[in-house]
């Protein structure tokens, strides 16, 4: 009996003996397999020192630096059009021609009139000597004296008379000669040759805008002022346009403008820039984004925007070592602009952080670097 329980409590021991070896044996792999499993793929970065633009950024539409819509001073048919639609004009520059002939004539009868006048005057003059001769011995009445004197001053006021109507004709024919008031480009040309205008109908003939230089308008939260105000004492502030897809820079300026009181329908303060506007990158009524730059942020430490994690404690990044260990690091972000994420505190400039895949990491995961993210250019970062 005693031999039996022996031999059954030998075979219950080789069977836990048996069955610890196959355990084992089935578990390597996996352990093998987990500890192959802890290096995690992810994407690096190195964090780096640039200098970064403090701006604050609205919306805008580009206007003409001046547009004048012309008009005719003078009524007549158009006899001739000396531009093309779209054109670039010089100031002063032949635009339309009003038959001049009706004020030619015109000219030419006041013209003669003064010289019939003129003539008169002459007489009169010659009149008024000759009684002032004979007025001393008696001869002449003083009544006739004064009468003459008189003549001669309305002739002499009748040559007034005649050479304000010569300049008014003249005026008209000047008129008739429709002239650019401004330089810019012709839009298009709204009354053909062969039309009849009239002053009365105050309809325009062509619309001229000068965008060279231009302007553009945006407004930006009235809580930027003080910002805007204060660093614009300092020194003049630049103003960068972007097309609407916020990459595209169109051209640079300088704040003009900062408008005398905030709109209170909307909590905006309403500013102007100009622009050069060489080669016309701006067109007016297009839409843009306008950054005033307000500082430079020198040597700020940057990193990618997607590196930055958010957590309950604040933001943070993934710090790796030189054996590829992720160390979580608190950090202050400053700005996110323009892709870059600006860091006051908690990275220095030639730290490598994780940029992607980062949220399948803990404080010390061994990570495998499948991918170095490549640097962006200071004049992308700048932007």
Known sequence: MRLQQIAIIAAIGLSIVAGILV?????????AKAQVQQEIPVTAGIAEARNVPVYIEGLGTVQAFNMVTVKTQVNGQIT???????????????????DPRSFEAALQQAQATKEKDQAQLYSAQLDLERDVKLLVPG???QQAYDQQHATVGQLQAALKADQAQIDNAQLSL????IRSPIEGRTGQRIVDVGNFVQTAQNAGLVTITQVRPIFVSFSVPAEQLDAI???????????????????TELTSGELTLIDNQVDVATGTIHLKAQFNNTGEPLWPGEFVNARIVLSTRQNAVTVSAETVMQ??????????????????RNVNVV???QGLAVISQGLAAGNRVVVEGQYRLTDGSKVKISEQQPT????????
């Open 174 to 177: 000047d008129f008739s000669l």
């Open 80 to 98: 001739k059009v000396f531009f093309k639609e779209g054109q670039e004009v010089k100031a002063s520059q032949p635009l339309f021609q009003i």
């Open 311 to 328: 957590g309950p404690t604040g933001s943070y990044v993934y710090l790796l070592n030189q054996d590829n260990i992720a160390t979580r």
């Open 139 to 141: 001869f002449q009445t």
């Open 229 to 247: 105000r204060r660093n614009q004492a300092q020194h003049p502030l630049e103003v960068v346009v972007f097309a609407m897809d916020d990459k």
């Open 23 to 31: 355990w084992r044996h089935e578990t390597r792999p996996a352990i």
């Open 335 to 337: 700005a996110t602009q």
């Open 376 to 383: 962006k250019s200071g004049e992308q970062a700048a932007q």
